[in-house]
């Protein structure tokens, strides 16, 4: 599996963009990334997932670096309610890893 | 459409006793995850099911963990016996079948063993 690297923790301000960076140096050309998110004492769940475009959803946006070796995952408008641990996740099948995850934190 | 239920959502044993966890994923859904999240960790895979046959079960601890999928709907974790560092959030997800594609989580069963 490519190995990802997250910042361990941010703020941000409630009603701005959220941007979270992953570096996936090592991954493969048929290695997609997925992102999750984890907010208190619920499972995972799922945001987006992408393999070389850009991705939008009514959730976020994925933006992947031409070199595929990043991406951003954007949170357009962040609201109190996604103060959670996100997950950045490269995987070629089935069987997502969760690392540890950037814990993010929205401030009013 | 409805969520991945699980039961119970909070469960205390002591140790050496044995419990077992019940998942319902999402109609339709053939493949089924169960996940172990100890406390300030990512969640790690134990086992997949496809249908109701054993997918990947590589990482159960087989000494004392089993899961069955029976008729591929619902699905039972068993712990027997346990450890207190089985102490763990056991969350199950399903998804439509394989490939890149997002799977739904329940909320989990948050296990103490004291």
């Known amino acids: 599996d490519a190995k990802t690297t997250q910042p361990t923790s941010m703020d941000c301000a409630e009603g701005r963009a959220a941007n979270l960076p992953c570096n996936h140096s090592?991954?493969?050309?048929?290695?997609?990334v997925y992102w999750y998110r984890q907010i208190h004492s619920q499972g995972p769940q799922y945001i987006i997932h992408g393999l070389k475009n850009n991705e939008t959803n009514e959730m976020a946006s994925l933006i992947i670096t031409e070199d595929r070796k990043s991406s951003t995952l954007i949170l357009p408008h962040a609201t109190l309610r996604d103060t959670a641990v996100y997950y950045c996740?490269?995987?070629?099948?089935?069987?997502?890893?969760f690392g540890a995850g950037t814990t993010v934190t929205v401030r009013a | 459409e409805a969520g991945v239920a699980q039961s119970p959502r909070y469960k205390i044993i002591e140790k050496r006793q044995s419990v077992a966890f019940w998942c319902n994923p999402i109609s339709g859904h053939a493949t089924l995850y169960w996940y172990q999240q100890i406390l300030g960790q990512g969640p790690k895979l134990l086992i997949q099911?496809?249908?109701?046959?054993?997918?990947?079960d590589s990482q159960l601890p087989k000494d004392r963990f089993s899961a069955e999928r029976l008729k591929g709907v619902d699905s039972t974790l068993k712990i027997q016996p346990a450890k207190l560092e089985d102490s763990a959030v056991y969350l199950c997800?399903?998804?439509?079948?394989?490939?890149?594609?997002?799977?739904?989580f329940g909320s989990g069963t948050r296990l103490t063993v004291v």
């Open positions: 996740i490269v995987r070629a099948d089935y069987k997502l890893s």
């Open positions: 997800a399903s998804s439509r079948g394989q490939g890149p594609i997002g799977y739904t």
């Open positions: 099911f496809q249908n109701n046959g054993v997918v990947d």
């Open positions: 090592t991954i493969s050309g048929n290695e997609y």
